[in-house]
């Protein structure tokens, strides 16, 4: 579990890199100016979620559980659907993606909080 998703969170980290540049330089003669918005706040969403990722990765590995399994698959999923949906709805202006974002949205919530169950099982300083 902490190794597949350290390595979706690599992945990722690069494709927000590749992503915010290809928005910043190719799209921004090629779409609207309102459409670019989206595609920034899908960078932005992805980015975060990606750090969230590897946390909850980084965590796996001295502490692994199913509250962070599921925390990781939700974040994934999140990322898939939340900016996914929206880096489409830039590119073809199908209003009807938009439609898919929210669900996106409920899936990073659920990550949080999954991790915030994950990180309140974690054993205290001195318990064993």
Same mark, same amino acid.
């Given at each position: 579990?902490?190794?597949?998703? %350290?390595?979706?969170? $690599? &992945?990722? @980290?690069?494709?927000?890199? #590749? +992503?915010?540049?290809?928005?910043?330089?190719? !799209?921004?003669?090629?779409?609207?100016?309102?459409?670019?918005?989206?595609?920034?706040?899908?960078?932005?969403?992805?980015? %975060?979620?990606?750090? $969230? &990722?590897? @946390?909850?990765?980084?965590? #796996? +590995?001295?502490?692994?559980?199913?509250?962070? !399994?599921?925390?990781?698959?939700?974040?994934?999923?999140?990322?898939?659907?939340?900016?996914?949906?929206?880096?489409?709805?830039?590119?073809?202006?199908?209003?009807?993606?938009?439609?898919?974002?929210?669900?996106?949205?409920?899936?990073?919530?659920?990550?949080?909080?999954?991790?915030?169950?994950?990180?309140?099982?974690?054993?205290?300083?001195?318990?064993?």
């Amino acid at each position: 579990m902490a190794r597949t998703f %350290l390595f979706i969170a $690599a &992945l990722s @980290g690069l494709l927000v890199v #590749a +992503l915010g540049a290809f928005g910043a330089h190719a !799209l921004e003669t090629r779409v609207a100016a309102s459409h670019l918005i989206w595609w920034q706040k899908a960078v932005d969403y992805q980015g %975060l979620h990606t750090l $969230a &990722l590897l @946390g909850s990765g980084l965590l #796996a +590995l001295h502490h692994p559980s199913r509250p962070l !399994l599921f925390a990781g698959w939700l974040f994934l999923l999140g990322i898939l659907l939340f900016s996914g949906s929206l880096y489409l709805l830039t590119l073809t202006g199908q209003r009807g993606l938009g439609m898919v974002t929210p669900f996106g949205g409920m899936a990073f919530l659920g990550g949080w909080i999954a991790l915030a169950l994950a990180a309140w099982r974690l054993p205290r300083r001195g318990d064993t």
